[in-house]
């Protein structure tokens, strides 16, 4: 079964950040990771899905003209509403996925969250990401690969998930002991000039 809101609820009433994403240097490293592999400089319409407190939110922001940040605890929803009130081009709100439909974006961030999905619910969220991201858009997937009992799903099942179901090729693959890290950008397989920084800045 897919974690539910109550799951999230629970922990944030006894930790502010739980998963100190504020301050560790763990999750500080792997956000300059994940920001620095998105291939444009900017994106138009961007969405994160799960954004807890907010932080790798805030890194988002300086990407987007607009972003949407959605969390299943109304309470990550409060405290990255109350992180992100400096950026006037980011809304929080409080969702859940696959439960709502993903909209239509440039820039789609999944980060440690699809392994609180059962494989059904993972199934049906990649079938709204292949027509939620827009021709030539980005989706940036990066989770924690060690098992946690609770959670449905391990990081590791979670890529191999998406590696199986994408129609589309990386711009970017990052392994670590601790986590992984794939990028996609929305083209043909084939396109290999899609996936590439250097075509896009006609570098070759
Ligand atoms: C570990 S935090 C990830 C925060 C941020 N994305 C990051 O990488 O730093 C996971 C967050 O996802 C939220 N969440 C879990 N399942 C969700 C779902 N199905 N839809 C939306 N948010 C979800 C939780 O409430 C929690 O705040």
Known sequence: MSLDAGFFD????????????RTRWYERRK????????PRRRYGDGLEVGCSVG?????????CDRLTAWDTSATAVARATARLAGHPGVRVEQA????????????????????YLDPGDLQTLLGQVRTALRPDGTLLAVHWRHPVPEYPQTGDAVHETLRAGLPWPRVATHEEPDLLLDCWV???????????V????QLW
Do not use: F, I, Q
């Not at 956000?31 to 998105?38: E, G, I």
């Not at 932080?55 to 990407?63: I, P």
């Not at 250097?198 to 800045?201: P, R, T, V, Y």
């Open 96 to 115: 859940s996925a696959p439960a709502t439909p993903l909209p239509s974006v440039d820039l789609l961030v999944l980060s440690e969250v699809l392994y």
């Open 55 to 63: 932080e790798l939110t805030a890194r988002l922001a300086g990407r």
């Open 198 to 201: 250097a075509a896009a800045e």
């Open 10 to 21: 629970e922990m944030y009433a006894v930790a502010d950040d739980p998963w100190s994403m």
């Open 31 to 38: 956000y300059d990771l994940s920001t620095a592999v998105l």
């Open 186 to 196: 929305a083209a043909p397989a084939a396109d290999v000039r899609a996936a590439s």
